[in-house]
């Protein structure tokens, strides 16, 4: 059973420049979580998706950073103009819809904006 | 909202000896799930050992077992026979019962094993 797949694994962008994440979780699980983590805050939700519908966006920083889950197999984070304080580690990951269910994640994808 | 808190940012034990990392929570719910998750320098999430707030019977996992306290909202990691592989970033967190899904991490605690 392949687990949850993001790419890439690394991304280093220019300030100004559009970068996109993109998520596979694994099949069969209908939640799916993007997190964001740094040495000052550590690991903080950004935004959560229950059956590809947004549940809670409160985590997104700005209007620069938006998700969408067009399918169950599928996600994408993008950041529309990235900033150098967006600089992070990037974390998806999927659970199945029970609350004793944990979260499996991806490998992250580090993220550097210079 | 919920807290969980990790007051250790690092500790360190002696290969094949005992260590125990803590953690508190804050919250007003008496249904939710506890999760120990370790992140080796590799940086991917493991699930280490969850909890269920209704069992009153602390989970074990192999070498790995907690220390539910529900009255006192504590949740420590035990990790027995410590090896050089358990060397990582340990987070502890909290994931309600009902309504929001999420998970809330604490800070997390760097564990060093010394050989």
């Known amino acids: 059973d392949a687990g949850v797949i993001q790419s890439p694994r690394h991304e280093v962008t220019e300030m100004g420049q559009e970068v996109t994440l993109r998520c596979k979780p694994i099949?069969?699980?209908?939640?799916l979580f993007w997190y964001r983590q740094t040495m000052m805050r550590g690991l903080e939700l950004l935004i959560y998706f229950n059956n590809n519908v947004p549940i809670d966006d409160s985590g997104m920083p700005e209007d620069r950073f938006s998700a969408k889950m067009p399918n169950a197999s599928f996600s994408t984070l993008k950041i529309q103009p990235s900033e150098p304080r967006d600089s992070a580690v990037y974390f998806c990951?999927?659970?199945?819809?029970?609350?004793?269910?944990?979260?499996?994640f991806g490998n992250g994808t580090r993220l550097t904006v210079t | 909202a919920q807290t969980v808190t990790q007051s250790q940012p690092e500790m360190s034990v002696q290969e094949a000896e005992t260590v125990t990392l803590s953690c508190t929570y804050d919250?007003?719910?008496?249904?939710?799930?506890l999760f120990w998750y370790k992140q080796p320098p590799s940086r991917q999430m493991i699930l280490v050992i969850r909890?269920?707030?209704?069992?009153?019977q602390n989970a074990t996992e192999n070498r790995f077992s907690v220390n539910f306290q529900k009255a006192a909202k504590s949740f420590s990691l035990k990790i027995s026979d410590s090896q050089l592989g358990d060397a990582a970033m340990y987070f502890c967190a909290y994931r309600r019962g009902e309504g929001a899904q999420k998970l809330v991490f604490g800070q997390g605690t760097r564990l060093t094993i010394n050989p």
């Open positions: 909890q269920e707030a209704y069992k009153q």
């Open positions: 099949s069969g699980h209908n939640s």
């Open positions: 990951a999927s659970s199945r819809g029970q609350r004793r269910s944990p979260l499996h």
């Open positions: 919250t007003s719910e008496s249904d939710y799930y």
